[in-house]
């Protein structure tokens, strides 16, 4: 058991006489590049945050100043990085990240950052799977074993603690949730599947489906509308009662129930952690999933399986991106 970790809220003082540690988290997202400094209590003393490079040359110019700043009066062991699609954690390599970081991959995220990384210890993983750290070390599923966790934007990241490990699989690529196939004859992916969850639950999907009822013309606040609704809103007017607005969610959650119910009777987990800007939307999405859930579980699980949001406040990413640098360096167990 980790001996270093407070029972208190992360964002809080740390409690313990035990020595703090420090490491840099780096969270590298499609939009932005976010960093911290975290101490080994996943308290984040400094953040900052800059427009994601698109090339490994921005990498690098980015990069030198945050580690700078970052590590300035601190002495730092290690740098964790956590990065959307497919990374190598022993290259640090980007394998595969699709859209807006494209120009990344094959490029090694330690050897980008150049000088800046010299004697520290680089390590990266998946972004969604450092989230998920961030709630295992100080969050929702602080001393579980067995854990599912999905972030639910854009499109939908996924990761899985499996008898207190972290999986990642023979290629890295353990845990892309929003691949699974929920429908073999469904629309292609951008993974290059078909019929993903991603194509069904996702903010473009649910967006793609109220654009598509706005060009049918079909009577729906989603068609008065001046300009197309994005997700927040056909939730909003799901919930106000628009017909069209709550078969659209409707449906999305029942795909995302019956996706769950596959992965419940696979990793047979404690609880279900739902993060991202979809599950802002609180009990209006979780409690008729947890019904589709549990009709779809109740003979073989037998009970009801928490789903719960995640607990680390904000800066999850960076946090967790630091976590994994305590857990490879191990001076945080989980
Ligand atoms: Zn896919």
Redesign the pocket.
Known sequence: MLKNRPENNPTSSPESSEKLHYAIGLDLGGTNLKGGLVDSSGHLHIALTEPAPRNPSDFTAVTGPFLKKLGANHEIGAIGIGCKGVVDPKTTKVMFSPGDLKQLEGHSLREMMGVGAAGKSVHTDNDARTALIAEWLWGAAKGCQDVLMLTLGTGIGGAMLVQGQIMRGSHGAAGHI??MTINPYGPM???G?YG?I?TVFSARSIEAEAYSARHRRVQSVLTDRAHASDCSQVFQAAAESDEVAAWIIDRAVMHLGAALASLVHLVDPEMIILGGQIAEAGPQLIEPLRVELHRRTRFIIGTDIPIVLPRIPSHAGVIGAAGLAFLETGIVQG
């Open positions: 929003g691949h992916c951008i993974c599947n993903c991603e």
